[in-house]
């Protein structure tokens, strides 16, 4: 099976867009999505994020930050991120508002809560091209490292897909070899478009 379409999908944007960077890199047609209200990054305390609307610039959000404290922000690694998802896309984007004409063949969460949201947000939807749509959950730390390991691992579930003639018939086998060689557990379910 060729997979024409993946989305990673996470509440924040440190996971998603690791994970688009890298499949996007390895020739996959990828988009990425947040959940959640708002952008929010890390400010200078717990009580105290950056709040950003979606559709903010990431080099607005790079400008910005690098105003109000750049060795803080450069310090936690949210400066190079930012950097980086810039040269992946323009700005974030939310699931619920720009994902909903998508036609995606897999989309990946990174957190639990998240997989919840897409699936009911697709179950929700009027479902006109009765077209599946595999979706995972890798659970994986909101850290810089731990998000480069999840993207490798959603890129080798990609590939584990591509393998495949029919995605559906072998998904259970997938999954079970999967979690067998990393010691990880996957969620996963079906919707449709």
Known sequence: MKLRHAMVCSSNQNRSMEAHSLLKRQGFDVSS???GAHVKLPG??????????????????????RRKDPELYKRNGILPMLKRNSSVKTAPQ??????????????????EKVFDMVIEDLNNREHKLMKSV??????????HEEAAIGAKLA??????LEAVDCWEDAIDDIVAAFEKQHKRKLLYSISFY
């Open 94 to 111: 939310r699931w619920q508002e720009n994902a909903a004409d998508g036609c995606f063949d897999v989309v990946f969460t990174f957190e």
């Open 44 to 65: 200078p305390s717990l009580r105290e994020p950056n709040v950003y609307e979606f559709g903010t610039p990431y080099k607005h959000m790079y400008d910005d930050l």
């Open 33 to 35: 999505y947040g959940t």
């Open 134 to 143: 595999l979706i995972i959950n890798l659970d994986v730390k909101d850290n």
């Open 155 to 160: 890129l080798d579930l990609c590939q584990e």
